[in-house]
Structure formats: C-alpha cells, structure tokens
C-alpha cells in the first residue's frame, strides 16, 4: 500500500527533526513492502533536509503539489508569466512580504525569526530578488490584509489559508497535493496529515489520519495525538514501537 505523510505537524514538530521512534515507525513500515511518501508544503529543497536519509531518493511531493521528485530528479510547475508579472504588481503595491520559491532558490522578505524562514535549506540555494527568479512556483504572503486576499481571488491561482501563522499560500490554479501524487502516479493511497493543505489528502484516501487538533480533521477517517503516531503508523504490520 502507498503511505503519504505531510512533515510539519505531522511528522516533524521543531522544524528541523522527526524523533527516532517515528523514523523506525517509517523504516519498518517500508521494510514490510510498503510505499512511503512524503508530500509538503515544503519545496523539495527543504524537504530533504528533514526526512530520513533512505526515502531521500524515493518519490516526494513537494510546495503542495507544485514539485515532485523521484529518485533525486525534481520536476516543477509554475506561474506563467502573465500572472508571475500580476503577482510582482501586487506585491509592489501592497508593500508585502513573502517567501517566493524559485525552482531551487527563493526569495525572503518576511521576519528572520518566522519559522518557515528558519526551515529553509540554506546551504544549497540563494536568497534572490524576485525580479531575479526565472520562475516561481510558490508563493507565501504573510500578514495579508483582506484586500489583497480579495485581490489575489481574482487571479486563477489556487490559496490556501494558514490561520496559525497568519499566512496564505499560492499556487498555480488545481495544484494540490493529490495533484502531485498523481503525477506520480500515486491514485490509492493512506494518508496523514495535520493542516488544511492536507484536505485534499484526507478526501482522497482510502484511509486518512489526522494527527493534533485541527478543523480539518472533520475530513479524515481518525484523529490521533502526537503521541500516538509511531503506533498507529504500524497498526498495518503490527510491529512494536522503538523507543
């Protein structure tokens, strides 16, 4: 069976580590013949940083459906560039700041001390202008005023909002996690999740978990707490828990 996990919430909780018994939860899961996927709001850049070493090279969906990659090999969609100059325009106007992903590097004008900023693999990209990224993939507005929400609706982009860190992500219009699972050819699938980018996720699987409190847990099969996680990822071969 496929095994799609999200990272942050999920998986990983300080935004740089996943704790020892959740990895030898994963490593048993895919020694028992089962697939595992890792499908982020991170790009693949920074996706890697965090997972364990042996699923680096297996397939990854990446910027909510927006890169994929399989065997190192990283594929990405982005905004034409009509609505690559539209979102410049915006930007401009409303004096944002923002986590723009370029293929590989990026450009930042957020807090140094905000949290996505702090995840970003930073020994193998660039802080760019974004006037200087060939094309973005994704875009992160932080602190968005009604407005601009309004505004950026208009645009055929697809948003998702993240009410914790007062955040909206952009993506090309339809893509979404599912998105990028199919791309991989990924169609039945268990999934876990935390977040409202994992929505997509839970209404597709064949099985879904939820992992904390969060509204979108309406749409999963199961909620669990953290604590429960290494065990319920092993409830399909039943094998015990590493501590």
Not at 105 to 123: C, L
Not at 143 to 165: C, D, M, R
Request: glycine share 6%; aromatic share 10%; charged share 20%.
């Amino acid at each position: 069976m496929n095994f799609v996990f999200d990272i942050d919430g999920t998986l990983c909780f300080d935004g740089k580590t996943i704790h020892p018994s959740i990895i030898d939860a994963l490593t048993k899961l895919s020694d028992a013949g089962h697939e595992v996927i890792f499908a982020s709001a991170r790009p693949i850049r920074d996706l890697v940083s965090v997972i364990p070493a042996q699923f680096i090279k297996g397939k990854l969906v990446g910027g909510n459906g927006c890169y994929t990659s399989v065997n190192g090999q990283v594929s990405s969609t982005f905004f034409d560039s009509i609505l690559r100059e539209q979102l410049h325009e915006i930007i401009h106007t409303y004096q944002l700041t923002y986590l723009a992903d370029g293929e590989w590097d990026y450009a930042f004008t957020g807090s140094f001390e905000h949290p996505i900023y702090k995840n970003i693999n930073q020994t193998s990209a660039k802080n760019l202008a974004i006037t200087e990224l060939e094309k973005i993939c994704k875009l992160v507005i932080f602190n968005p005023a009604q407005q601009v929400i309004t505004q950026l609706e208009q645009l055929p982009v697809s948003i998702t909002t993240y009410k914790k860190e007062n955040a909206i992500d952009i993506s090309p219009l339809g893509i979404n996690k599912v998105v990028g699972l199919e791309k991989l050819n990924i169609h039945d699938f268990i999934a876990f999740g935390n977040d409202s980018n994992d929505q997509c996720l839970f209404e597709k699987a064949a099985y879904s978990v939820c992992v904390g409190d969060n509204e979108v847990q309406q749409y999963a099969s199961k909620k669990i707490s953290i604590e429960d996680i290494a065990e319920t990822i092993l409830q399909p071969i039943n094998l015990p828990v590493s501590i």
